[in-house]
């Protein structure tokens, strides 16, 4: 992987890339967090996903069609990260035609994860949608702010408080 790309060293704050920039590279994630987020032009912030270590992030839209980046990868805590250029993407698998099944593997997995989350924000209750979270990602609850994981959910930091306040409560209490 280290031979595809160049290792780099992403502070907590920095940007791996930005919405609107062209680029096109295939980043993977060593170590540390990431969260990748649209923003629109009011400046109002949605999350799409956070990446940890073990994980690749990349805009399809500027990766496969050369168009600028969809959203923004902004470190969360420091990474290591090899980015690996477009084209070392495309040659990678021109000359290996046995990873197409690979990348095809992976492109099936992340268009899953992207109709669950669909699913999740329009047919499930904020509640609902937390819990699977405390779930699904316990990990990552004490490396996450509340307002990242509010606007992950699409609710308000108030909202999420109240929400956990309410959850909170009704995991305190002896089953009937």
């Known amino acids: 992987m ?3 790309g160049n290792v780099r060293h992403f502070p907590k704050g920095a940007f791996l890339f930005r919405q609107g920039d062209s680029g096109g590279n295939l980043f993977f994630i060593q170590s540390g967090l990431v969260k990748a987020y649209y923003e629109t032009l009011d400046g109002k912030e949605f999350i799409k996903s956070f990446v940890t270590g073990g994980e690749f992030i990349a805009s399809m839209q500027a990766t ?3 168009n600028p980046n969809s959203f923004t990868v902004l470190s969360l805590e420091d990474s290591v990260v090899i980015d690996i ?3 070392a993407v495309l040659n990678l698998v021109t000359d290996n035609p046995g990873l197409t099944d690979v990348l095809n ?3 099936l997995k992340l268009a899953m994860k992207k109709e669950r989350r669909e699913y999740e924000l ?3 209750s904020p509640e609902e949608r937390y819990l699977l979270f405390c779930e699904r990602e316990a990990g990552l609850l004490g490396r996450l702010s509340q307002n990242d994981i509010a606007r992950y959910l699409g609710i308000t930091p108030v909202a999420l408080s109240r929400i956990r306040r ?5 995991m305190d209490r002896p089953p009937e």
Request: aromatic residues 4%; charged residues 20%; glycine residues 10%.
């Open 64 to 66: 496969v069609a050369g």
């Open 85 to 87: 250029p477009k084209q």
């Open 2 to 4: 280290k031979k595809l």
């Open 166 to 170: 309410r959850v909170g409560f009704l």
């Open 122 to 124: 329009l047919c499930m």
């Open 105 to 107: 593997s992976m492109l």
